[in-house]
């Protein structure tokens, strides 16, 4: 028998944390937790990781949106990861902005080889991932949601149908396919 646990939705724990269960709180955090992780691991860049590591922003970010739950009004079962992504996104930019403002205060030499990107190519880096969340505004909420659960989080389609309230797992790949080739488009006319 599966545990009751396991068949709430999202959109059910979210009402129980609204309504002051720290138990749905502390199963809705598990229940994401893992993906948020997966999606975030490697978007903190090395020289930003001084005072906190990419695995306490996760959790910084988890607490923060859970802290504002009330304000967040779930239209599907995959829109609080979409949500989760976005706050988690903000609070990687804030973290840059603040390494940004105060670098670190290690003495530089010749002797030292820099694995880093340069500042050219974490420019274009920058300036391609800011094309990509322009392009991704302009999806409907739908599609925005399916191209991340797939594309950021590796969601199989059944997985994108459940969340996104598709009617079949081939109804949610169609709905990336279009989304991807509308972003293509966007990214393209952004140049």
Known sequence: MIPAATLETTARLLELVRSGDD????????????ALRRWAHGRLPARARGMIDTDD???????????????????????????????LLNSIRDELRRTVRRPGGEELTDAIADDAPSLVEEAIGHELVERYEAA??????????A???RVEFGYTYQEIAD????????????????????LAE??????
Do not use: H, K, W
């Open 57 to 87: 922003l996760v959790q910084v970010s988890l607490l923060r949106a859970l802290n504002q739950v009330e304000s967040f009004v779930p239209r599907r079962e995959g829109a609080f990861l979409a949500y989760l992504r976005r706050t």
């Open 136 to 145: 991704l505004a302009t999806l409907e909420e739908t599609q925005q949601e």
């Open 163 to 182: 969340a996104i309230c598709a009617p079949t797992a081939n109804a949610a790949r169609m709905t990336v396919s279009r989304a991807l080739v509308r």
């Open 23 to 34: 138990g749905a709180r502390e199963r809705l955090a598990v229940r994401c937790l893992p």
């Open 186 to 191: 966007a990214m393209d006319g952004r140049r």
């Open 147 to 149: 191209v991340i659960l």
